[in-house]
């Protein structure tokens, strides 16, 4: 389908149609949809692609300019993290800035009504607030929505991402849209609702931004057979929600003010916690593949101007041209895999706080044992909080938490064989003083059978008594080892 034509240049305030929406939601049928309404997208529009067939409609200037400001802030579309604080007065923003400015007043100066379509907007809109306010361009904004587990689906299928990431990028993406168009007229448009009926939609469009959008007769009837319900690939009911994006599912169906946005904000954030380190992991290895990914195409790349400069195509060169290609599927193979085993470790560490919980409470149960015991319990939590705090620190580092994890567990058995140990040296403490008793009392009644035969049976009974008094001394060095054998030392002493 060709593109509408550009609506005519005129006199007075132009006015700005900021589509916004994730990834996979739909901002594409709509873009289409506004330009057949005259609206104009400019001239340099990205072309369609297997995963879009009937086109982006996004103008290709605009998204390279957003794919450098994130990279320079440390981004890409496809990780879920917050921008740093503030990014919107870095010096890459002040040069986005710039870049934007040159661009707009080339393609839309004077143009009266014109959009802008790429899912980035919802995270770079205070840029563009200061963008188009400088330029005296008044902001409208069409939030387009779609459910969670449709768009987490739709990118699992085109990218292979985890559908757990998926819907953490559909939150920060709804989020930030939500939160920084706060004060601008806008609109929110159900993806499911266009496919059903565009002209509704468009009328709410028309109605809340003050629009007049007209669609001709002809024009009406392309829509209707260009779009129709079974372009939504993927399908999830409307009450199907995770643990993680299930608080924001109400914010689809009402129009949000701040206090409602905020509230869900909060609750999000609460429950993202106990994951950011896994998170952290997953943006580290997906930098890092995409990182090797983007070397080994620019060699492929090279290769291929290579070969364009010396008209040939060299058997050995395509051979190894192949090779890189082979690589790049199999890099791409393994950041399928760092994901997932990013998962695997989630569970693991979930799996461990269960595994150290129940040991506390066995430690709870077993706390009379021994004084002594308590100490190394209370080592062995030390011990665990420090590994625990190391553990997160080097979340990124997947292997190494494993071996963190092996250790800890191997520290608590060895704190369960030196409690067994420890109870079985008191127990024969027991058995040794029971001993003692019953040799001193054995002792007592020769001393008072033989009390009378002779002044050598007193010497015996001196020997008997400074034997006694060694044991003694020895009964009292031992005596805190166990609070229990008080009472029957002391009997000893008053004997």
Known sequence: MKRAGSSRKGAGASIALLVLGMHRSGTSALTRVLNLHGVALGDALMPAAPDNPEGFWEHAGVVAIHERLLAALGRTWDDPRPLQDGWWDSAPARAAEAELLALLRQDFDGV??????????????????????????????????????????SLQARDGLPRAIGE???????????QQSEGLARCMVGYAAMLQDWRAQVSAINHQLGLQLQATPTVAA?????????????RASADAASEMSGPLLPLLNEHPDAQHTANAARQFDARLQPVVPVVEAYAALLADVRARLYAQTTVVDALRASFDEQGQWARGLDQDLHALQATYGALVGEHRQSVAWAQSLSDELAALQTAYRAAEADRDEKTGWAQSLESELAALQTAYRAAEADRDEKAGW????ESELAALQTAYRAAETDRDEKTGWAQSLQSELAALQTAYRAAEADRDEKAGWAQSLELELTALQTAYRAAEADRDEKAGWAQSLQSELAALQTA
């Open 398 to 401: 997947a292997q190494s938490l």
């Open 112 to 153: 009266p009504l014109w959009a802008i379509k790429d899912p980035r907007l919802c995270r770079l809109l205070p840029l563009w607030r200061r963008v188009l306010n400088t330029l005296g361009v008044s902001p409208r904004v069409v939030l387009v929505s779609r459910h969670p587990g449709e768009v987490a689906g």
């Open 168 to 178: 953490l990028l559909w939150a920060r993406y709804l989020l930030e849209s939500l």
């Open 222 to 234: 392309d829509i209707d057979a260009w779009l129709n319900p079974a372009m939504r690939h993927h």
